[in-house]
């Protein structure tokens, strides 16, 4: 009892003087891509429930529900960056990222609240249907890694970006995978995953720009190498770097950092450092303007 009491103790103590990080609203975000919300669209919600399909695994057979993230794209975002690619095609290569990603978050919160998170979710439903885990049955959401490439997959989407360039995209990768013999494996049903990327292959390509060990601070100089599109983590969560009003901010959905902000943009130097609570962080790159 001494002990419980004890360790019950120490975490009110550290709630209560913890620092809280530096966050603003994700819709203060610098964004060029203007959007209205219509009352037309209002079918998409976070509430929605997937369709079912009936799958095959190692013999035995499952109802497993697959996301539809590819017809919020279609009826809501695409219109949207169709009026703004002459915009967009202006920017360097990490600007482009950076605005698409801000772009996605925004208006994934803006519909699916605050929290989008669907276990086996991305923007164009490359992953397989999915038998469990968190808001496997909604309709909508991304992942982790979903929301990570999501810029990525737009940028490759509209050729903003030649593609072989984009190995955070499914097209990227695709290319990458070609030209290296790196296997795409992660697959329900089968060992391919449609060149969907997870936090195991991001954690493997691109450059990695900076490591550190549980626990271990940025310095200055790990400070001034991080960019906008940058992404963040390890094998099992990942999140991106965005840019706004010349201060990096950090987005993730999910994870170890902004859904203890209320789901805000979280300062990266402090969002970094909070994540290498954790365990260890790597910071890698794709692109280079």
């Known amino acids: 009892m001494k002990k419980l009491f004890t360790l019950f103790t120490v975490i009110v103590l550290n709630s209560i003087f913890a620092q809280p990080l530096i966050s603003i609203p994700a819709k203060e975000l610098n964004c060029v891509i203007k959007y209205e919300i219509y009352d037309k669209h209002l079918e998409f919600n976070a509430d929605t429930i997937a369709d079912s399909v009936k799958m095959n695994l190692n013999g035995e057979e499952f109802y ?7 017809e919020f794209f279609e009826k809501v975002m695409k219109p949207i960056i169709l009026n703004h690619l002459d915009e967009l095609e202006r920017l360097p290569n990490s600007e482009i990222i950076n605005q698409l990603t ?7 919160q803006d519909y699916f609240g605050k929290s989008f998170y669907r276990w086996g979710g991305d923007i164009f439903d490359l992953d397989d249907p999915q038998i469990e885990s968190i808001r496997y049955k909604n309709k909508y959401g991304l992942d982790c890694s979903g929301f990570t490439v999501s810029g990525y997959e737009l940028a490759a989407y509209f050729n903003l970006i030649p593609k072989e360039k984009l190995i955070f995209s499914s097209h990227g990768f695709r290319l990458f995978c070609e030209r290296t013999g790196f296997e795409d494996t992660g ?3 089968q060992k391919s995953n449609n060149y969907r990327l997870d936090t ?12 550190l ?6 310095s200055e100089k790990h400070i001034n190498l991080l960019q906008a599109g940058d992404i963040v983590g390890r094998d099992g969560h990942y999140g991106i770097l965005v840019q706004h009003d ?13 859904p203890f902000s209320d789901y805000n943009a979280v ?6 450092e909070k994540f290498a609570e ?4 790597s910071v890698r790159r794709c692109l280079t303007d």
């Open 64 to 70: 497993g529900f697959k996301s539809n993230n590819f």
């Open 102 to 108: 801000i772009f996605v978050y925004q208006i994934y």
């Open 187 to 189: 697959g329900l049903i």
């Open 200 to 211: 195991k292959e991001l954690n493997q390509i691109g450059k990695e720009v900076i490591r």
């Open 213 to 218: 060990e549980k626990n271990e601070k940025l």
């Open 246 to 258: 010349n201060q990096l901010y950090y987005l993730e959905s999910g994870g170890y950092v902004v």
């Open 267 to 272: 300062e990266a130097k402090s969002a970094i």
């Open 278 to 281: 954790s365990g260890y962080i």
